[in-house]
């Protein structure tokens, strides 16, 4: 079962421009996590944010957390190249025994 | 350097054949996972444990199975019932309630 919902499915924007992503859920969580995947890649993680704070940085990374939405937004500032990958999120839920579901990601594409 | 590998990084099964994956971290977490990702999609849960010699099952077992005998791995089966298993494999661990560490997956291909 795909508990998280992306959108967009896929963005492309020019390098230096921001780029936002935004994941909805359907039940209530402990915490939302933001991973990034280079094609054909395993996946790394960028941010948690658990369902008690409403934003979080780290570096160009930006995230924020709505529970009363059950929606949670990534922002990606200045973006570079670089930066071109897919990105997921993922919820982890309440008495599930600590395993995370993924949406279905949005593919980024930063052109130079 | 401690980290969570996964091999062989490509894998080509023949119809009717049983192949295993492995996972291996070194970072003395509890919890592992395997992930099934198809082309264009999300990554779907097969199997997990969140300490030796236990497991449950995720969304998809159906066609897979694993073992759990040490900490440290945590191996994939994939088996002759899974009638679709051409897929990318990912393998997971971590800390209760934290952030994931993946492996550089398994490409696995019938042929």
């Known amino acids: 079962s795909q508990q998280g919902e992306e959108d967009p499915q896929a963005l492309s924007i020019q390098e230096g421009e921001n780029a936002t992503m935004n994941c909805s859920y359907k039940t209530s969580i402990n915490n939302l996590q933001w991973y990034r995947q280079n094609s054909g890649r395993g996946l790394v993680h960028l941010i948690l944010i658990r369902s008690n704070e409403r934003e979080k940085h780290s570096g160009r990374l930006r995230v924020t957390l709505d529970t009363s939405k059950k929606s949670s937004s990534l922002l990606i500032t200045a973006s570079r190249a670089a930066d071109t990958a897919s990105y997921f999120c993922?919820?982890?839920?309440?008495?599930?025994?600590?395993?995370?579901?993924f949406g279905q990601g949005t593919e980024l594409s930063v052109k130079p | 350097d401690g980290g969570i590998t996964q091999s062989p990084k490509y894998l080509f099964r023949k119809e009717g054949q049983n192949v295993t994956l492995s996972c291996e971290q070194n970072l003395n977490h509890d919890a592992m996972y395997w992930y099934r990702q198809d082309p264009g999609q999300g990554l779907r849960l097969i199997y997990y444990s969140q300490i030796v010699n236990d497991f449950q099952k995720g969304d998809i077992a159906e066609g897979y199975s694993v073992s759990r005998e040490k900490k440290e791995s945590f191996p994939l089966t994939v088996t002759s019932a899974q009638k679709n298993p051409t897929a990318f494999y990912l393998c997971?661990?971590?800390?209760?309630?934290?952030?994931?560490?993946f492996g550089q997956g398994t490409r696995l291909t019938v042929v």
């Open positions: 993922a919820t982890m839920i309440y008495n599930q025994g600590g395993k995370l579901i």
């Open positions: 997971a661990s971590s800390p209760p309630g934290e952030l994931f560490f």
